[in-house]
């Protein structure tokens, strides 16, 4: 049976995380939280996570709460991952990666960390539905040059990363398709858009789950793709089923979500 230890347990995504993998039967055998979570001590069950006993650990003591895990969900912050990943990675478990945010350097040393030495899955969005909208945007390279391909994101107002990690990887695939050589994140005065730019914008707003917009707009018309989340449990359905995918995974490589929905 497949075993799971969770990262940031009682956060938002941890708890979806847990409770969609629980109505599935597979138990988190492990799990953390950050040194200063009231969480750390207490169990699933008493913090009305799950029916299950088991108890949330301080994060530096990750090796004990991956000792019966076959994998490691991390959906947490840059930092944190950069010190449990590595630990995660040593103790040869498999690991699911969701964490939005890194640095060019940080995204490196992720990878770095991973790469080559168990199989794992890195992907700045776990929905299905939005891997088949990254899937969609290689129908559009018909659109002639004089065609604008523009993004615009809104996540809650706790969101701390922008552009999100989706709108990013969203971008950069439009990109490399329209030779696009620069990212604006946002405009002000007089700053018409040239030919070489992405467009890029951001919103935070109240408790949002996430809306991802692709527009394509030419002279006389406009081709519009939206993405809507309701709630985060869309991402854990996704985690929990890259998990499942990632057990039976024998080479030690990074996967992406494509690979898992069988897009490659």
């Known amino acids: ?16 995380i847990i409770q969609e993998a629980f109505s599935k039967g597979i138990p988190t055998v492990g799990a953390i939280e950050a040194p200063n979570s009231p969480a750390v001590g207490r169990t699933l069950r008493s913090l009305g996570i799950s029916e299950q006993d088991t108890e949330v650990l301080c994060s530096d003591q990750l090796v004990s709460a991956l000792s019966k895990a076959d994998v490691f969900i991390s959906f947490t912050s840059p930092a944190a991952d950069l010190i449990n990943i590595p630990v995660a990675v040593g103790q ?53 040059q004089n065609y604008d391909f523009s993004i615009n994101e809104i996540h809650h107002t706790g969101k701390k990363d922008a552009p999100s990690g989706t709108a990013k990887e969203l971008g950069e695939i439009v990109s490399n398709m329209r030779s696009y050589t620069k990212t604006v994140t946002g ?17 935070r707003a109240g408790g949002v789950s996430g809306i ?11 081709l519009r793709i939206e993405h809507t989340a309701f709630t985060r449990s869309g991402l854990a359905q996704g985690a929990v089923h890259a998990a499942e995918w990632l057990s039976k995974q024998e080479v030690p490589k990074i996967y992406s979500m494509a690979d898992v929905l069988g897009l490659t």
């Open 1 to 16: 049976m497949l075993k799971l230890c969770v990262a940031g347990a009682a956060g938002r995504m941890g708890v979806a």
């Open 92 to 144: 040869k478990k498999r690991v699911i990666l969701g964490t939005t945010g890194f640095t060019s350097e940080q995204n490196c040393a992720i990878i770095d960390a991973m790469n080559g030495k168990v199989p794992a899955v890195f992907s700045p969005n776990y929905s299905v539905g939005v891997n088949i909208f990254f899937k969609l945007v290689d129908t559009l390279k018909g659109f002639p």
């Open 187 to 203: 405009r002000n005065g007089m700053r018409p858009r040239q030919p070489d730019e992405m467009e890029i914008t951001s919103l």
């Open 212 to 222: 991802h917009t692709l527009t394509v707009a030419g002279p006389h018309e406009m």
